[in-house]
């Protein structure tokens, strides 16, 4: 079964500075790798999608990411954060051991914080 | 319309009452997907439909929970007897056929049981 793990709840970053949030999985089968924004009383968004082609990433926003296969790993980075970037975002994974679904499974989301 | 569309946005129901969320996918696409997500955290999948054919509904926490897309475009997520734990944002996306696109998410129902 697929799954994925966020680590923090909450990330805090000055505006301008690095972000980086974290996203590992787990999965029987190569995965595709997705990243969504959440905004206040909206739905999900797509930031960026692996989908076994380059193993970097690049999104909307300035967002990038990188797929490590050894690591299990696909975390999001941006250079230099701004005020707008503030929101809830969330590491997702599907593969074919949901019967040939391709089901995304969620992890729990990391709450980005920007400070002035 | 262009995107995936939600009614009603926001729905307060009274414990006991039954509650018909419905979701409009982007015309075209294959998969649907129900999801609820509880304040805070992340989105729980529910089922899932590949056109009118419900392929998993492995998610539905009882058999309080129904969902139906009869002509493999429109859907309906029924609540039956609402319970306090029912409240939640329930979001609906869809995607195209193949696998590898994203799923497209409408911006969900906020259901408040009192």
């Known amino acids: 079964a697929q799954s994925v793990t966020q680590l923090g709840s909450h990330v805090s970053v000055s505006e301008g500075a690095l972000v980086l949030l974290r996203c590992n999985y787990s999965s029987s089968v190569p995965p595709y790798l997705f990243w969504y924004v959440q905004y206040p009383n909206q739905g999900l968004q797509l930031l960026l999608k692996?989908?076994?082609?380059?193993?970097l990433v690049k999104g909307i926003n300035g967002f990038e990411a990188e797929f490590k296969k050894s690591e299990t790993s696909f975390h999001l980075t941006k250079p230099s954060a701004h005020m707008s970037d503030a929101a809830e975002y969330f590491c997702?994974?599907?593969?074919?051991?949901?019967?040939?679904?391709?089901?995304?499974?969620f992890g729990r989301g990391t709450s980005l914080i920007v400070h002035p | 319309g262009a995107g995936v569309s939600q009614s009603p946005r926001y729905k307060v129901a009274k414990r006991g009452q039954d509650v018909a969320l419905r979701c409009d996918p982007i015309?075209?696409?294959?998969?649907l997907f129900w999801y609820q997500q509880a304040l805070g955290q992340g989105p729980e999948f529910l089922t899932y439909f590949q056109n009118e054919a419900q392929l998993d509904k492995s998610g539905l926490p009882s058999d309080r929970f129904f969902a139906e897309r009869p002509e493999g475009s429109v859907s309906t997520l029924k609540i039956q007897r609402t319970q306090q734990e029912d409240s939640a944002v329930y979001l609906c996306?869809?995607?195209?056929?193949?696998?590898?696109?994203?799923?497209?998410f409408g911006q969900g129902t906020r259901l408040t049981v009192v």
């Open positions: 692996y989908t076994s082609a380059a193993t």
């Open positions: 015309s075209g696409h294959v998969s």
């Open positions: 996306a869809s995607r195209p056929y193949s696998e590898v696109s994203e799923a497209f």
């Open positions: 997702a994974v599907s593969d074919s051991s949901s019967g040939g679904s391709y089901i995304p499974t």
